[in-house]
């Protein structure tokens, strides 16, 4: 299995992995053989099996590499990304998206954009999700292991106006 430290264990003291499988959230407590970290830290990634008898602690924790395979481990495949829908403060409209990896932890990412840019660059507000997700795929693409559980990025005014200047003339915003 394939989780993230969310507290690190101590000799005496156990730690905790999170696991994300979908909306699922699912938490094990662990214990370092020996004292040893061997790698491990906050927020690493880690891969583990379920003690037997005990589903709720892990053991053989060990810390993983992205891209790093094990025997038995599903073949990895680029990111796959699902649309969540959006939330709006103001004039601010959030797009939520959910990103995972066979193999990864699920990976949550924002995008915002000012609705004023929409008018600006006479783009729809039924482009909104499509674009935004044009971004998230470019720059989940490769993960690393320090990304955040929750990626943010606002689209800038020149990502939206490189957008409208792609557009068939036709669909442009007339003056």
Not at 56 to 72: I, M, N, Q, R, Y
């Amino acid at each position: 299995m394939t989780g993230r430290i969310e507290i690190l264990a101590a000799v005496n003291k156990p730690g905790l992995i999170t696991s994300n499988s979908g909306a699922c959230r699912f938490q094990y407590i662990y214990r370092l053989p020996l004292g040893r970290l061997d790698g491990l830290a906050k927020g690493r990634l880690v891969t583990f099996e379920l003690e037997k008898g005990s589903p709720e602690v892990a053991v053989g924790v060990c810390p993983k590499e992205l891209g790093e395979t094990s025997p038995g481990d599903p073949p990895l495949f680029p990111r796959e990304i699902r649309y969540g829908g959006f939330e709006q403060t103001d004039n601010i409209r959030s797009y939520k998206f959910q990103a995972w990896q066979s193999g990864e932890e699920n990976q949550v990412a924002v995008v915002t954009v000012d609705l004023a840019l929409f008018r600006r660059h006479g783009i729809t507000l039924q482009e909104g999700p499509a674009l935004c997700l044009r971004l998230v795929q470019t720059e989940l693409r490769h993960p690393s292991a320090s990304e955040p559980e929750i990626w943010k990025r606002a689209l800038t005014d020149k990502e939206m106006a490189d957008h409208a200047a792609l557009r068939p003339t036709s669909t442009r915003k007339r003056n």
